[in-house]
């Protein structure tokens, strides 16, 4: 009788320990839900609209605040900015774009033409009288003309380099016929819709090529590059419009010539030529080649080719940091490095040919943050290298249309926005806006904190944001959710300027735990080195990173290192299950949603920039699925089954899997969505929400919380 007492205290005092403590009503749900972007942006102050340019440099915008709009004339000569009523939203001049309208189309310098696809083929209209004429006449399906459809990218706008007389395109006719078929299903009543295109992955033999060719516009002449067709590549992301524009493309500014780069399916190799517009005959003028993969920039394309100086300026890490080179362009030779040190130019923002002086962001020269960026000038042969924007922040730089001054907009995750125009020495023009924040403060807003600390080597610097709840019981360790983007094209933070609410970071912190986010090693912004510890493992998936920032902070910070979640989307998705697979034992709660979990399920572009080819890296060890039998905590997958980015059937291998290693876990899938889960995605959020309350917390949420963001407006 005795035992039997003492083993069913046992059972109630297990049970009690392992039952729901408590719950959170909607109430709490409302209050995080108040931290969200569409509900703090009515408390910002001093926000200004877009710059609308007239004569002289002069400009007008708009800005924000408690007592409404107000419009402002800035005038450099005067060096004022004066109140007015005189412009308004509908005297502000069109917005330019690559395309206008309800039509796919690209419009010439001088706007007069505007190139389009008809049947698979290049036309191109008279803006003013309407008249349409043909260009090509042998483009066919999987083989037409300046399609924008290869892998994950989809659209029906041409890909076109309009050169600057507006009388020729670059494009090219891309070969699809025999690359491989990606396919999904819709959900509905009756017989589904299947949906099929071109889809390359890593190791397939044939991919999407290129055949370049210069049309001359005005008399509808096509003329062929004498090259071999490319694969389709680019040195910016993996998409070869990924610019807004034709990638990898300089023209000569009488239309005479046109440089370009070829890259190798591999990224590892950059030819730069230059052809010649009439004959199609291709010059080579040098290349590069690398062990791991090229880029020309982070944004932006930063090389440029200088036909009057017979120069390029080059892009290169060639001495483990982004550098710019000059390069004569007729020997293809190099005449001399133009930047150089333990930093990196990652915008070339503008070439003064005359003056010889080059403009460009540069991320890790000043003290700090080496996210930041910063704005600089230096002449072509290297010397006389000046910092414009001195105030330390992440700085944003629009010119004016003469070249003579900039506006320029610098902020901190801490620390809102400030925007002043300036000359181009720097010197201050006059000052234009402060972002102002104190009413939302007054609401119990704060920002979150910049933190820096050692990766999973102990000995490399990476930085990060930790968000705290805004009321905290100093008697308490709060669970911590890791939220990851491993990159490695980008990294967990994104944008390191200012913003009052970066996804859902601090609604989740104040449901009662402290939210980070971590940029590992990996990721770009750094040097060459850093940028490559995971290629040809990006199952590291800056994990030992993550640990290693999680255990140190909370030395600081009151972070229960035994509650430990972790949640992405995408390439955070892939990261999370491997997370959970890989270190069962440190991340107890995950949340993959739309995981590339296999990277031969992926476009073949991406893997085989970041990882290599197929036969050069062992693909297999690095998927999901084959680790699915070590999970130990709790996994909720998500996808959209219409995800044309990241195929559904990464997901699934890993459900198979863990169905195979008899493992309990959520699934959430969303039968008509694509990548981003579009109007369901606030629904994804709030499970989220209550996937972490319930087995973080071990709470328990408010039944079906209606968390629908901007959808339904709130008093």
Do not use: C
């Not at 000569?252 to 950059?270: C, N, P, V, Y």
């Amino acid at each position: 009788m005795n035992k039997y007492l003492l083993t069913a205290s046992a059972i109630v005092l297990t049970f009690a320990a392992n039952a729901q403590q408590g719950s959170l009503t909607a109430k709490d749900y409302e209050r995080a839900e108040s931290f969200m972007s569409y509900n703090t942006e009515k408390f910002i102050d001093g926000t200004p609209g877009r710059l609308n340019w007239l004569d002289n440099d002069k400009f007008w915008y708009t800005v924000r605040n408690q007592s409404g709009n107000q419009t402002f004339l800035v005038d450099p000569s005067k060096k004022t900015k004066t109140l007015t009523t005189e412009y308004t939203a509908e005297t502000a001049p069109a917005q330019g774009g690559r395309r206008f309208g309800n039509r796919n189309e690209v419009v010439s310098p001088d706007g007069k033409k505007a190139v389009f696809i008809k049947d698979w083929n290049l036309w191109v209209r008279d803006v003013e009288s309407k008249k349409e004429t043909q260009l090509t006449t042998d483009g066919i399906k999987n083989y037409g003309y300046a399609t924008d459809n290869a892998g994950w990218t989809m659209s029906d706008g041409p890909i076109v380099r309009w050169s600057p007389d507006s009388k020729k395109v670059a494009t090219f006719q891309q070969d699809q016929r025999n690359v491989s078929d990606m396919y999904l299903v819709t959900t509905n009543v009756g017989a589904p819709v299947l949906k099929a295109w071109k889809y390359p992955l890593p190791g397939d033999k044939v991919i999407a090529t290129i055949r370049r060719v210069i049309i001359d516009v005005e008399n509808a002449k096509v003329v062929s590059l004498n090259i071999p067709a490319d694969p389709h590549r680019a040195t910016l992301s993996d998409d070869i419009a990924s610019s807004g524009t034709f990638d990898d493309i300089d023209w000569k500014a009488d239309g005479s010539e046109m440089a370009f780069l070829s890259t190798s399916r591999d990224h590892k190799q950059e030819k730069f030529r230059i052809a010649d517009a009439s004959t199609g005959a291709v010059r080579e003028v040098f290349e590069e080649t690398v062990k791991t993969q090229f880029e020309s920039g982070r944004g932006v394309i930063n090389w440029r080719y200088l036909p009057g100086s017979k120069e390029i300026i080059w892009y290169s890490e060639r001495d483990n940091w982004g550098h710019l080179y000059l390069y004569d362009s007729t020997t293809g030779k190099l005449k001399n490095q133009i930047t150089k040190g333990d930093w990196l130019v990652s915008k070339l923002l503008r070439v003064d040919e005359k003056n010889r002086v080059l403009y460009f962001m540069g991320n890790g020269r000043e003290p700090g943050n080496p996210y930041f960026s910063y704005l600089y000038k230096v002449g072509f042969d290297g010397k006389n290298l000046t910092l414009l924007t001195p105030d330390q922040g992440n700085h944003t730089i629009t010119f004016s249309p003469s070249n003579n001054y900039f506006v320029d907009t610098y902020s901190t995750p801490e620390t809102p926005a400030t925007m002043a125009y300036r000359d181009m020495k720097g010197k201050l023009v006059t000052s234009l806006e402060k972002t102002n924040v104190s009413r939302l403060a007054a609401t119990g807003w704060k920002a979150p904190i910049s933190v820096n600390v050692k990766a999973g080597d102990g000995t490399t610097d990476i930085y990060g944001l930790v968000f705290t709840p805004t009321k905290m019981d100093a008697n308490k360790k709060y669970p911590v959710i890791d939220y990851i983007y491993p990159g490695p094209q980008g990294g967990s933070v994104g944008s390191w300027s200012f913003s009052a609410s970066r996804g859902d970071h601090q609604a989740l912190a104040e449901l009662g735990f402290i939210v980070v986010v971590i940029e590992g090693t990996s990721n770009p912004f750094r040097s060459k080195s850093f940028h490559d510890m995971s290629y040809g493992n990006m199952a590291e998936n800056t994990l030992p990173d993550q640990i290693a920032a999680i255990r140190q902070l909370s030395k600081t910070y009151p972070i229960d290192t035994n509650k430990v979640g972790i949640w992405g989307h995408s390439g955070g998705g892939f990261a999370t299950a491997a997370a959970m697979f890989r270190y069962p034992d440190f991340f107890k709660v995950g949340i993959a949603e739309s995981g590339n979990h296999d990277n031969r399920n992926y476009e073949d572009d991406w893997g085989e920039r970041y990882n290599g080819l197929v036969e050069n890296s062992n693909y297999e060890a690095q998927a999901n699925q084959n680790y699915a039998k070590n999970l130990k905590g709790k996994l909720m997958l998500a996808h959209g089954m219409m995800d044309n980015n990241v195929p559904p059937s990464n997901t699934m291998l890993v459900v198979e899997a863990l169905e195979k290693a008899n493992k309990s876990f959520d699934l959430v899938l969303f039968p008509n969505s694509a990548h981003g889960y579009g109007p369901y995605s606030s629904y994804m959020m709030r499970r989220r929400w209550d996937y972490f309350v319930q087995n973080l917390l071990n709470m328990e949420p408010p039944k079906d919380y209606l968390l629908d963001g901007a959808q339904r407006p709130r008093n």
